[in-house]
């Protein structure tokens, strides 16, 4: 049984004239220990999607219909008081500016020891010895210096190890990182991205890693979920997305890369840009800005089909498929 | 690695009252402002030690000593400062006045900390129907300015107790007037303060972390508005020592068998055309300094207190 199952999970944010939908009936799945991707531009919903799994969608946003499970139990379900057992216990969360993640008045230590102390009963010396052993791993030097030091004494690539070590305090089972390297230089975030993958391997954690880039999931996860406008479009093996991508948004996006550049040439783009969520075009939602874009692409939302490579909600990819196997049939006729 | 590492065994354990007093022995004025204030808290504390006299004694009230003016005018070396119109030594009542005045003063302000803090805190941590009921309660009672609600809760009590209960019981009331009529002021600052912070995403992370919400509001939000708090903190408590010594001179304030600082300054009022002028002078200037001091250090506390600021 896999770890965490979300079941068509749909997230609306009410308003006086009709509820606005920011995730559509998402579905997928992470097993224990894997490594995945949530990839697609801003406004995608990425965000969202990771806030919908801890439950801390703020105000006008809830979860509407869909489920999610965490080893056989739901989650959408829980009261307050149930959540504070799931939230950093077993699920913890990594966001994106480490420069205000972490609480400018208390002392790195304090906040650490905060964190232990909200789940379990323990002495302060105890809690002390076990934050500092945590930020030994997140391989911060002389650690005993940093537990008295405040946030605004560290460098922004310190204070997100600070705040991995503090996600990892209570061994949890899920991270979910939220863009977790945007803030930070080129280099340090290269640094950062080893260091999560490392401890996700040393610690048997599962980890969601929510990200715009393509660079930084081909170096970290193992499996990528493309989403758009709130829809996941295409999910499966992070190396097989990269090598061939079969959405025409994914091929987008990693055409969009620097690298894919040639030097002297203007970098290539999609062309567009996301719909306000008031604004979803109906059909697939990707279809203003889709090359290949046919009619019916306008009128209905394609389903999910298995390309070899990847699942892709796609037409274009749909009608492929059926060719190929009316060739495949043919051949056999012969 | 961080190449601004200081050198390991430096004792780098820094912590914001460090922050503050290393920036304090900089800064004469504050450093100044800080002594004073000392020197009248160590006062009030001490004032039976440092008094001449003993107000509470029998022969501490002499007619016959009465507006005998300061040492240096008449060289009686008994009265250093001259004796008010009842004949008591100027300088301890000054002393006990004072004792008086700031326990009145830190007292009701703590009664508006205490009030507003916590109604400051959930309103705005909880928002929604309780934060626009709590901050309407708040409007009505700033709508009534503070000295009016003052007089005429302590003209009533006055004239329904009658005189003897109120002078035994006028400290403890004026300390629950100033205390409950202001509290307003610190809850809508701390409102204001908690709306900005439990947006940020350390809070969400405290939250994600699964810390309850007493605890996030008590450990988490909380510390980050005592800025705000400390500076009203400090204005506040030189606008009730003010209060009060004006509720005093009104009448309406301590009896005059113990006076604050106020009430010894009303006393004198009638007689500085007729010369006396030392019974008015010397309590006035005692109170103009210690708000003055306490508003220097208000003003030099907003300065220094945020640890990003002292910081380097």
């Not at chain 1, 991205?193 to 040393?202: T, Y």
């Not at chain 1, 048997?204 to 996941?232: C, K, N, P, Q, W």
């Not at chain 2, 309660?137 to 000295?147: E, G, N, P, R, V």
């Not at chain 2, 010894?264 to 200037?285: E, K, T």
Request: hydrophobic share 50%; proline share 5%; net charge neutral.
């Amino acid at each position: 049984m896999s770890l965490l199952s979300v079941n068509g999970l749909s997230v609306k944010f009410k308003r006086r004239n009709g509820d606005l939908t920011a995730l559509h009936e998402v579905s997928f799945s992470l097993d224990r220990g894997e490594r995945l991707a949530i990839v697609g531009e801003s406004g995608a919903g990425k965000s969202i999607l990771g806030y919908a799994l801890v439950n801390l969608l703020s105000k006008p946003g809830y979860i509407a219909a869909g489920s999610v499970q965490l080893a056989g139990q739901e989650l959408t379900q829980l009261n307050a008081k149930q959540w504070q057992g799931v939230r950093g216990k077993r699920i913890a969360m990594i966001f994106q500016d480490p420069m205000i993640t972490l609480n400018p008045v208390l002392s790195i230590g304090d906040q650490m020891v905060e964190a232990i102390r909200s789940h379990t009963r323990i002495a302060y010396k105890d809690a002390r010895k076990l934050a500092i052993e945590k930020l030994a791993h997140v391989r911060i030097a002389a650690p005993v210096q940093r537990f008295d030091q405040y946030p605004h004494e560290l460098s922004g690539g310190m204070r997100q190890r600070v705040i991995i070590a503090i996600a990892l305090l209570l061994n949890p089972e899920i991270i979910i990182a939220d863009e977790p390297t945007t803030a930070l230089d080129v280099t340090i975030q290269a640094e950062i991205l080893q260091l999560l993958k490392q401890i996700c391997l040393d610690n048997g954690v599962a980890l969601i890693l929510i990200t715009h880039d393509f660079g930084v999931v081909s170096r970290i996860a193992e499996r990528t979920l493309v989403m758009y406008a709130g829809r996941i479009v295409e999910q499966g093996p992070t190396l097989e997305i990269i090598n061939d991508p079969q959405h025409p948004y994914t091929q987008g996006l990693l055409n969009a890369l620097p690298q894919m550049a040639l030097p002297g040439q203007r970098l290539n783009q999609i062309q567009g840009s996301m719909p306000p969520l008031s604004e979803h075009p109906g059909g697939c939602a990707f279809h203003p800005r889709c090359p290949y874009a046919q009619d019916k692409c306008r009128e209905k939302v394609p389903g999910f089909v298995y390309s070899g490579v990847s699942t892709v909600a796609c037409y274009v990819v749909e009608d492929m498929l059926a060719e190929f196997a009316q060739y495949d049939e043919e051949d056999l006729d012969v | 690695m961080n190449i601004w590492h200081r050198p390991q065994g430096v004792a780098e354990h820094t912590t914001r009252v460090r922050h503050v007093l290393s920036a304090m022995r900089g800064d004469k004025l504050a450093l100044f402002a800080l002594c004073i204030f000392a020197l009248y808290c160590l006062v009030a504390l001490l004032a039976p030690l440092l008094a001449p006299y003993d107000v509470n004694s029998v022969d501490f009230m002499d007619l016959e000593n009465a507006e005998l003016a300061p040492y240096w005018q008449t060289g009686d070396g008994r009265f250093l400062l001259g004796t008010d119109t009842q004949g008591r030594d100027l300088l301890s009542v000054i002393l006990y006045g004072t004792r008086l005045s700031l326990t009145i003063g830190v007292c009701a302000v703590l009664i508006q900390l205490l009030m507003g803090g916590t109604i400051g805190l959930l309103s705005g941590y909880i928002g929604g129907r309780l934060d626009a009921f709590l901050m309407r309660a708040a409007d009505i009672q700033l709508s009534f300015s503070t000295m009016m609600v003052a007089i005429v809760v302590l003209a009533v009590f006055q004239t329904l107790f009658g005189n003897a209960v109120y002078q035994q019981l006028a400290m403890l009331m004026l300390i629950l007037v100033l205390g409950i009529a202001e509290w307003p002021i610190f809850a809508r600052i701390i409102r204001a303060c908690v709306f900005a912070e439990k947006d940020k995403e350390y809070v969400d992370a405290a939250r994600v972390l699964g810390v309850s919400k007493v605890r996030i509001m008590l450990r988490h939000i909380l510390p980050n508005t005592v800025s705000p708090i400390l500076v009203i903190l400090t204005i506040q408590i030189a606008n009730a020592i003010v209060a009060e010594a004006a509720l005093s001179f009104l009448g309406l304030g301590m009896p005059p068998a113990q006076p604050s600082l106020g009430a010894l300054i009303s006393s004198g009022f009638n007689y500085l055309f007729s010369g006396a002028w030392w019974i008015s002078v010397f309590p006035s200037m005692t109170l103009i300094l210690l708000i003055f001091v306490m508003n220097l250090l208000g003003d030099w506390l907003r300065d220094h207190l945020n640890p990003q600021a002292a910081g380097g």
